[in-house]
């Protein structure tokens, strides 16, 4: 059965304070991972895509890597305005199979 | 703003009763996506529309249905509801059918309480 977990549920970190988040994910045959993140009350907004085992991408404070079992969102020097949910996601199919996501906050 | 829109933005509603849900994708976009995001389940995919057909079922309840129009909005239908209902219903468009290949834009959703 395809399934993503994500861990941890929450994080809690000071402003500049680096840490990353995990997504591991049993699929068959991936054909692309997604990170999205969602502000409280709002729908997802897209951040990456990712389809081989070795990929990054980087947007800002963010980079997301891949390898064959998990992926991780690393979060640089964060910013009280990066608190969120970040959500991961693998394609099943034609849709998409989110985790549960990571809350994260971020104080100054 | 994503450029999806869903109306209404809050709906109160009672057991047993049904509503409608409707979604407007990004202009240019064939694929409409409903989502179903609870406290303890998470987003939830339910069902795809590609160009007006059903694509994929997702965890969709029978007392639930969707269509496309040809004007490519969407709604979903919620009939005989129940406690458990309650949730977040979010809309998502794509240009393409196959989700990995493009990214999914999500509207703001619909939050339904049902009493």
């Known amino acids: 059965e395809d399934q993503v977990t994500q861990s941890p549920e929450a994080l809690r970190l000071q402003e500049g304070e680096s840490s990353s988040l995990n997504c591991s994910y049993t699929?068959?045959?991936?054909?692309?991972l997604f990170w999205y993140r969602q502000d409280p009350g709002k729908g997802p907004e897209f951040l990456f895509t990712l389809y081989s085992a070795g990929e990054e991408k980087e947007k800002e404070r963010l980079k997301a890597t891949l390898t064959k079992k998990e992926s991780f969102l690393h979060i640089t020097a964060p910013k009280p305005e990066d608190s969120a949910t970040y959500l991961c996601?693998?394609?099943?199919?034609?849709?998409?199979?989110f985790g549960k996501g990571t809350t994260l906050s971020v104080s100054s | 703003d994503s450029g999806v829109t869903q109306t209404p933005k809050h709906l109160i509603t009672a057991t047993g009763q049904r509503v409608t849900l409707r979604c407007s994708p990004r202009s240019g976009d064939l694929s409409v996506y409903w989502y179903q995001q609870s406290l303890d389940q998470g987003l939830q995919f339910l069902i795809q529309?590609?160009?007006?057909?059903?694509?994929a079922k997702g965890n969709i309840l029978e007392r639930f249905s969707a269509q496309q129009f040809p004007d490519l909005h969407s709604e979903l239908n919620l009939s005989s509801l129940e406690l458990g209902d309650s949730a977040l219903y979010f809309c998502?468009?794509?240009?393409?059918?196959?989700?990995?290949?493009?990214?999914?834009?999500f509207g703001p959703g619909t939050r339904l309480t049902v009493l």
């Open positions: 998502a468009s794509s240009v393409l059918l196959a989700a990995f290949l493009n990214e999914q834009f």
């Open positions: 699929v068959s045959g991936l054909r692309g």
């Open positions: 996601a693998v394609q099943a199919g034609t849709a998409l199979i």
């Open positions: 529309y590609y160009n007006g057909e059903e694509r």
